[in-house]
């Protein structure tokens, strides 16, 4: 499989736990982008990569939650002490480098947290 | 930010009828707006896009149209199939972020 791919796709934790995402994107793709997505909502934006910077990040992210692309391949998206708030699908996509085609977002499959 | 804005929030149309759903945003720096369809349980995936250079885009029963002076552009899918059920969303990009909208639930009764 050549799309991307996440890492749980479901987990289930107790409030005040860390948990910790990874997302590995298309191989050649140097643009990750990570996403909340609560039920009938649309995708929240939460940061973006190019490459292992991380050049954006929304306001409404708190403190608990970090995210790291360290070589520029692959990402991790932590959140500290989880609240029952945080429950959600959290979505990763990765784009390719410059033209056009650097537009289109390829999304993976996400991971879906539960906080007991 | 952006101001994202979808309408209708449900739709439901007979199998063979046209479907609109509009899109207005606020950022007048977005300058590429794409669709993207997401069936239950499914990641969101892209159906069509358009630049900021460009008024209208086709690709067989589905185009989008784009008034950047109005900021808002719209999906039409014409002779909907049951297969086109699914939340449709927008998402014109800002600087480094792309802004969903909250998303339409088309319905295609056949």
């Known amino acids: 499989d050549t799309g991307v791919s996440q890492d749980p796709r479901h987990k289930i934790t107790k409030r005040g736990q860390n948990v910790t995402f990874r997302c590995d994107p298309i191989?050649?793709?140097?643009?990750l982008y990570w996403y909340r997505q609560t039920l009938g909502q649309g995708p929240e934006f939460l940061t973006y990569?190019?490459?292992?910077?991380?050049?954006?990040k929304s306001r409404l992210l708190s403190d608990r939650f970090s995210a790291e692309r360290p070589k520029g391949s692959f990402s991790t998206l932590e959140i500290q002490r989880t609240e029952q708030g945080d429950s959600a699908m959290y979505l990763c996509a990765s784009s390719a480098p410059g033209g056009p085609q650097s537009n289109e977002q390829f999304f993976g499959p996400g991971t879906r947290l539960t906080v007991l | 930010g952006e101001n994202v804005e979808q309408h209708p929030s449900t739709l439901s149309v007979q199998e063979g009828d046209s479907a609109v759903i509009k899109c207005t945003y606020s950022d007048s720096a977005s300058n590429y707006f794409p669709w993207y369809k997401q069936e239950l349980g499914k990641r969101p995936q892209l159906i069509i896009d358009?630049?900021?250079?460009?008024g209208e885009k086709k690709d067989q029963r589905i185009a989008v149209t784009l008034n950047k002076t109005a900021k808002h552009f719209s999906l039409h899918i014409t002779e909907t199939q049951p297969e086109d059920s699914a939340v449709y969303f927008c998402?014109?990009?800002?600087?480094?972020?792309?802004?969903f909208g909250s998303g339409t639930k088309l319905n295609v009764k056949p």
């Open positions: 191989s050649e793709h140097n643009r």
């Open positions: 998402a014109p990009r800002g600087f480094n972020k792309f802004y």
């Open positions: 358009i630049r900021s250079n460009v």
């Open positions: 990569f190019q490459n292992e910077a991380q050049l954006e």
